[in-house]
Each structure stands twice: as C-alpha cells, then as structure tokens.
C-alpha cells in the first residue's frame, strides 16, 4: 500500500475565495483508496503550515494539482519536496 499525497495550491490573491474542496482530486483520491492506497489531501498556501503535516505523512508519491497562476508557489513546494526527501512529483490541472 502506497502514501499518496495530493496537494491543492491555493494563491493568497485566491484564498479568500477558496471553497475548500478541489473535486478533481477528491475523484483521484477516491480511486486511489478503491485501490487500497493511503491517501491524504493538503492545501498548500504561501502563508500555510500544512507542509508540517505533509512532512509526518511521508508520502511514496506526491500529486500536485496546478495551474498557471499557481506555478510560483508550486516552485516553492517542489524546493520543499525535495529537500526532505526524494519521491516522484506528478503535476496536472
């Protein structure tokens, strides 16, 4: 059983009208549990600890959903990613 991490970044400039759900990855994610694996999902903001969480959660395998306004925060992210470990990094959005 893998750890997957899916990860939803948020833009501060959106983040006062973020929904809270990002329901592509909830369908990924959905399919990944049917399948056994172990999945967490994390929204990544400039101003957002939840790196801390992601840290403890060590995943196998990292998905980030993204698109264009998103891609200097996901810059950030992928520094953090790799810098504590290397695991593939899948983007799509």
């Known amino acids: 059983m893998s750890r997957i991490a899916l990860v ?5 400039a959106d983040a006062a009208n973020y929904l809270g759900f990002n329901h592509g990855l909830g369908s990924i994610s959905a399919v990944l549990k049917q399948k056994g694996h172990r999945v967490e999902m994390f929204v990544v903001s400039s101003n957002n600890s939840s790196l801390a969480l992601f840290d403890e959660f060590q995943p196998h395998l990292v998905y980030v959903y993204l698109t264009t306004n998103q891609y200097s925060l996901f810059v950030s992210l992928l520094d953090r990613i790799s810098n504590s470990g290397f695991r593939p990094v899948f983007v799509g959005g």
Do not use: G
């Open 8 to 12: 939803n970044i948020v833009p501060k």
